[in-house]
């Protein structure tokens, strides 16, 4: 999907496994529902060893206590080290970068959504992204907090992006994207707003980043954008850069 440089530290943070297989960060048009929708379960890939405790002895997972899921490692003894006790961080399944709201389409929208889109998109060149220090995000709802990774090159491409978006969704009355909006990449998550508890832990999380940083060179940090992609229904729509 990209080319060198696909952030292949984080392509390989995970911890459920499956029949599928996941495809790499992306930047995506987030995605949108239809009546029918349904998403395949998906699999993640080891976390890096530098989250992991190797001085502690192996843990014992339970699938009852993750919907019965079995860990492909026991996560839960990296994170302890950073997050409370009583904070039950999740790792992310899909790497992407929002650049839409969750909005519901109407399904007789989709094809006249998609070409809106497509005309928007085509007259930008592609572009790269460049990560940088982690930051924490709780949604409108506060129902969830996040620890993405922030954008800290390529905003300005992102931005003009979002504003061409917002024009599609304004031609079917659905809501902008954010004002000012903070572009990230989540990486883990958990219940409810603990964005105070989580602001604690962050020098420890950047400091371990910061690790990551010199210990693999610059081509593990950013991405090439060549397309966006837009997830509607059980449906996957790619929209190609210039």
């Not at 399944?93 to 929208?109: E, P």
């Not at 930051?135 to 300005?156: A, L, M, P, Q, W």
């Not at 693999?216 to 210039?242: A, C, M, P, S, T």
Request: glycine share 4%; proline share 5%.
């Amino acid at each position: 999907m990209f080319g060198k440089g696909s952030l292949s530290l984080l392509e390989e943070y995970g911890g459920d496994s499956s029949d599928e297989e996941v495809p790499g960060p992306r930047v995506s048009v987030k995605r949108t529902y239809d009546s029918d929708s349904s998403y395949p379960s998906k699999r993640r890939l080891p976390v890096p060893s530098q989250f992991s405790n190797k001085n502690e002895n192996d843990y014992v997972d339970d699938p009852l206590l993750h919907e019965g899921r079995v860990r492909s490692f026991a996560h839960e003894r990296a994170i302890k080290k950073i997050v409370p006790e009583y904070i039950e961080l999740k790792q992310c399944n899909d790497f992407h970068i929002s650049l839409t709201k969750t909005v519901i389409l109407r399904y007789i929208w989709i094809t006249p959504f998609v070409q809106s889109v497509q005309e928007y998109i085509k007259c930008f060149n592609k572009f790269m992204i460049v990560f940088g220090n982690a930051k924490v995000y709780c949604n409108e709802e506060k129902t969830r907090t996040f620890i993405g990774i922030e954008i800290k090159s390529g905003y300005d491409s992102l931005l003009k992006i979002v504003e061409n978006l917002n024009h599609s969704l304004s031609e079917y009355k659905l809501p902008p994207f954010y004002e000012d909006p903070s572009f990230h990449m989540s990486i883990a998550w958990c219940l409810g707003d603990r964005q105070s508890e989580l602001n604690d832990c962050l020098p420890e999380i950047n400091s371990i980043l910061e690790t990551l940083k010199e210990i693999h060179n610059d081509d593990n940090w950013y991405i090439f954008v060549e397309y966006l992609l837009g997830k509607i229904g059980n449906k996957q729509f790619q929209f190609h850069l210039r």
